[in-house]
Antibody, heavy 116, light 111 residues
Framework: QVQLVQSGAEVKKPGASVKVSCKASGYTFSSYGITWVRQAPGQGLEWMGWISAYNGNTNYVQKLQGRVTMTTDTSTSTAYMELRSLRSDDTAVYYC?????????WGQGTLVTVSS | DIVMTQTPLSLSVNPGQPASISCKSSQSLLHSDGKTYLYWYLQKPGQSPQLLIYEVSSRFSGVPDRFSGSGSGTDFTLRISRVEAEDVGVYYCMQGIHLRTFGQGTKVEIK
């Protein structure tokens, strides 16, 4: 069965970076993309960007351009999302989802807390 | 950027009664390939979002047939024919024709 398992919760100081992982299993990793979505406390879903696990092509939401980098490691079927220069408003649960146009399988979420 | 607008933002429904959520996009979601890239997700309390409907009206695997989607172009609707207790949560529409954008979400609760 398809599973996406994300790394554990993180606490970071403002200005630091965080790298969240998303390990896929149960399907051919390179045949799909991975989308990253975040959800601030009590707020809605925000699409962050997408990466092709086939060729590494990416698309990022404009507001995060320059601060976010999405990568994949096909040898371990793992996707990564790195966010730099963290601010308090980056505090959120970060989700990965398998992307074949539809986001059909989601990770369990990773809470990233940015606090001094 | 495509803006997705959902109404209402909250809904309180008696069990067994129908419910309806509207989603409007700022641009047509009809692609030149003939598909319309509109999706519906449900986020139950404390859980990750789950896919309900894709391409306007196709139910994802395992989704009960009390859920249905309709619409075209820029106007879409999710209907629940008879709301059950397990349907509580926040419903989001999402466009997939140009990158991705979610609606604000509609919170559904049971009266």
């Amino acid at each position: 069965q398809v599973q996406l398992v994300q790394s554990g919760a993180e606490v970071k100081k403002p200005g630091a970076s965080v790298k969240v992982s998303c390990k896929a299993s149960g399907y051919t990793f390179s045949s799909y993309g991975i989308t990253w979505v975040r959800q601030a406390p009590g707020q809605g879903l925000e699409w962050m960007g997408w990466i092709s696990a086939y060729n590494g092509n990416t698309n990022y939401v404009q507001k995060l351009q320059g601060r976010v980098t999405m990568t994949t490691d096909t040898s371990t079927s793992t996707a990564y999302m790195e966010l730099r220069s963290l601010r308090s408003d980056d505090t959120a649960v970060y989700y990965c989802a398998r992307d074949d146009q539809l986001l059909d399988y989601w990770g369990q979420g990773t809470l990233v807390t940015v606090s001094s | 950027d495509i803006v997705m607008t959902q109404t209402p933002l909250s809904l309180s429904v008696n069990p067994g009664q129908p419910a309806s959520i509207s989603c409007k996009s700022s641009q047509s979601l009809l692609h030149s390939d003939g598909k319309t890239y509109l999706y519906w997700y449900l986020q139950k309390p404390g859980q990750s979002p789950q896919l309900l409907i894709y391409e306007v009206s196709s139910r994802f695997s395992g989704v009960p047939d009390r859920f249905s989607g309709s619409g075209s172009g820029t106007d879409f609707t999710l209907r629940i024919s008879r709301v059950e207790a397990e349907d509580v949560g926040v419903y989001y529409c999402m466009q997939g024709i140009h990158l991705r954008t979610f609606g604000q979400g509609t919170k559904v609760e049971i009266k």
